[in-house]
């Protein structure tokens, strides 16, 4: 492949942004000029192919340098930038969730739905790491069963809230192993200890009681698969994993199926790697760096006609962001969009 394509990374000093990097390299995307972006707040280097670059403030002009931007940052940045850089004719992925439901913005996985991307959208959003496992591990029982409704625990792992979030954990457990406790830091990115705890809460509650997290689930899952109609509760909780999320699936569906032909459907579901012997379900830990979407003990509920239960692993700043992002992007070097 030439390397024909200036790339810009905004957030590149962050967690998704390390990875982003490390893919970039490991893939060979074909990358000519490199230019990474931070907060500013502080002088930082990243290494891209053996070199040292310094990370810049953003700006529209450093930016509108770029054949491909990656925004890894925050909402804000991704608010002040992006849309005003795809006029320009910038090609931009977008990882935050300012755009995810903007009508006018494809939310894609490749593997789901990479139909939606069309070259007059140079504005692209990636959906969030927790959905992302839903999504792609269920889209082939969906489009043959179509699923009705999907009810769903999550337990996410810190690094899915960013670096000073696994530096909340990592204080904690440096401090359990010095003083024998837990300590109540003053500075601290969630509302509780997350050493050897757990909480139902991933962001903010709306005036229903329904945190931001759980809220996204469901819109952006519907955006997804384009169904809109499709009900979808979910609780999402924070627990002491450094990288991983994990889905509890209950999924009840309009057809009837065999557990031989949901096991079948599974097993080529493409981005997902199945495990059909119930003592080999998948495990955060062993999905840190690996590609694509696992799932594992499949059964029937027992309690409704049509419900089935999967258990549902993916790398949150693999497939759940940087993977995706780098997949999304190398889909349009495939199809000479960029
Ligand atoms: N973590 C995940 O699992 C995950 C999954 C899906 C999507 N996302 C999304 O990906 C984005 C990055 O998440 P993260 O977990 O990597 O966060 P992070 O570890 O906190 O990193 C944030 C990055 O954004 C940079 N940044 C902050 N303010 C900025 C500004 N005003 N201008 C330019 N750069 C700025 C930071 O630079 P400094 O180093 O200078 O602070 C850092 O490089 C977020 O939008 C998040 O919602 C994250």
């Not at 997350?194 to 759980?214: C, H, K, M, T, Y």
């Not at 997902?272 to 696992?294: I, M, Q």
Request: hydrophobic fraction near 40%.
């Amino acid at each position: 492949m030439p390397e024909k394509i200036n790339v810009a990374v905004v957030g590149a000093s962050g967690m998704v942004g390390g990875e982003l990097l490390n893919l970039l390299e490991k893939r060979r995307f074909p990358v000519r000029g490199f230019i990474p972006f931070n907060s500013g707040r502080k002088p930082e280097a990243v290494t891209f192919r053996g070199k040292k670059h310094l990370c810049r403030k953003p700006s529209f002009a450093a930016l509108k340098k770029a054949d491909l931007i990656f925004f890894v940052s925050t909402d804000d940045v991704s608010e002040r930038f992006a849309k005003k850089l795809a006029a320009a004719g910038v090609w931009c992925i977008d990882d935050s969730s300012r755009f995810r439901l903007d009508r006018t913005v494809p939310l894609v996985i490749p593997e789901v739905n990479a139909s939606e991307i069309k070259p007059g959208h140079r504005l692209i959003a990636g959906p969030n790491c927790t959905l992302t496992g839903a999504a792609v591990a269920l889209c082939g029982i969906h489009k043959r069963f179509r699923i009705e409704e999907l009810r769903v625990s999550t337990y996410q792992a810190v690094s899915g809230a960013g670096k000073s979030a696994m530096r909340q954990l990592e204080a904690e457990l440096e401090h359990y192993l010095k003083r024998g406790r837990v300590p109540e830091l003053k500075k601290r990115k969630f509302p509780h200890p997350i050493a050897f705890n757990l909480f139902p809460q991933v962001g903010g509650f709306d005036r229903n009681g329904v945190s931001i997290e759980e809220n996204k689930v469901r819109a952006e899952l519907r955006k997804l698969w384009s169904s809109p109609k499709l009900k979808i509760s979910s609780t999402a909780v924070r627990v002491p994993v450094l990288r991983g999320h994990s889905l509890s699936v209950w999924a009840k569906t309009r057809r009837p199926w065999t557990l031989a032909a949901l096991r079948a459907v599974l097993a080529k579901t493409p981005g997902l790697e199945f495990f059909s012997d119930p003592y080999k379900y998948p495990t955060p830990l062993a999905a840190v760096k690996t590609s694509g979407v696992k799932a594992g003990r499949l059964r029937a509920s027992g309690t409704s006609p049509r419900e089935f239960q999967l258990w549902i692993v993916s790398d949150n700043l693999y497939k759940g962001a940087a993977l995706n992002s780098v997949e999304i992007a190398e889909y349009l070097v495939k199809n000479e969009l960029l």
